[in-house]
């Protein structure tokens, strides 16, 4: 199912709908055992590969495509510097209100992020650089701060610290530092809505999380 591999083997009744199948059709493969349930109203295809932000992916899933990886997470995401969050953070717009369960496994931020603001790694959907770094002054601790600060300057000026699959002017011109015209990130209204996300860039694998 080309939606699942376009969002690290998850699929959700959301993104399933348009192409005609019903939420009632991935329950019964659940019971078939051709899905499996990975947290309420996200199943994952057990075939496919675990991708190497996956735990990410199943964050913004959770909260029905409308999360952002941002703060923390998008700090390691980035490789920006060596930090190791206890939660997933995750900025979802501030009118948006979650009742389902396993929050517990998050941050959540509220914020009506602009599309610039917004960039995507393979099927990851978060922060640029540049908001990640604004978003985590104070919360961060002032010396992982210094290093990431060092690094995105690094990037910028097409230095050392480059991350892999980036062009020669490093940072912000990086693929995967650049807003997604394809993913309808075009306009700050539709960031509000659940988005499909195709393959991009490759990024390490970052630090887990509990």
Not at 100 to 118: F, K, M, T
Not at 168 to 180: D, F, I, N, V, Y
Not at 184 to 197: A, E, F, M, N, R
Request: charged share 20%.
């Amino acid at each position: 199912m080309d939606v699942a591999v376009d969002n690290g083997g998850y699929v959700t009744p959301a993104l399933v709908a348009p192409h005609g199948v019903p939420a009632v059709e991935l329950r019964k493969m659940v019971s078939r055992g051709t899905l499996h349930a990975a947290a309420r109203g996200v199943y994952r295809i057990p075939s496919l590969p675990y991708d190497p932000l996956d735990e990410f992916i199943l964050a913004r899933l959770w909260a029905a495509g409308r999360g952002v990886i941002s703060h923390d997470s998008a700090l390691s995401v980035h490789e920006l510097c060596d930090i190791n969050p206890t939660k997933v953070h995750l900025t979802i717009p501030s009118s948006y209100r979650i009742s389902r369960s396993g929050g517990e496994r998050y941050a959540l931020h509220r914020a009506d992020l602009e599309p610039e603001q917004i960039t995507r790694i393979d099927a990851l959907t978060l922060t640029t650089i540049r908001r990640t770094l604004t978003d985590s002054v104070g919360p961060v601790p002032a010396y992982r701060m210094r290093a990431a600060t060092t690094t995105a300057r690094e990037r910028r000026s097409g230095g050392g610290g480059r991350p892999r699959g980036a062009g020669p002017a490093g940072w912000l011109t990086a693929a995967h530092e650049r807003p997604s015209t394809g993913s309808g990130l075009v306009s700050s209204s539709l960031w509000k809505q659940p988005w499909t996300t195709s393959a991009g860039s490759s990024c390490r694998r970052p630090c887990a999380t509990a």
